[in-house]
């Protein structure tokens, strides 16, 4: 007699690969000068070790330009939600809005950007 496998059961593969991943809780630009702007993000991640933390987050040009890069060199397994900030990331004229996105070591991106609008 053949076994019927509820189709639930196929999802759950691919819901584990979701599990984990880095979440962007906030972020915020303040400008500092022409064109250059400070940002705050935070991020919500279950980070476990060396292996496995959120190590970085990026700001992104609508056409898929990587203009900044906050690189996190160490886990913040007792530090969640947290926030880290990146200035002086200059923004190529008549850009109006960003996106960030964050990354952690096991998962890679994670499957949300935030957007920001700038002006």
């Known amino acids: ?30 400008p500092t000068g022409s064109g250059v702007y400070s940002f705050a993000v935070t991020l919500r991640h279950a980070d476990s070790g060396w292996d496995h933390y959120a190590d970085s987050w990026e700001v992104i040009a609508p056409g898929g330009e990587l203009i900044g890069k906050r690189t996190l060199y160490h886990p913040h397994v007792d530090e969640q939600p947290f926030t880290r900030s990146l200035s002086g990331v200059a923004i190529p004229e008549g850009v109006d809005h960003i996106e960030i996105r964050a990354h952690d070591k096991l998962h890679g991106d994670g499957a949300k950007a935030f957007r920001i609008e700038l002006r």
Request: proline residues 7%.
């Open 1 to 30: 007699m053949k076994k019927k496998i509820s189709p639930l059961l196929l999802l759950l593969p691919s819901l584990s690969t979701f599990a984990g991943e880095v979440t962007i809780v906030d972020a915020t630009a303040s």
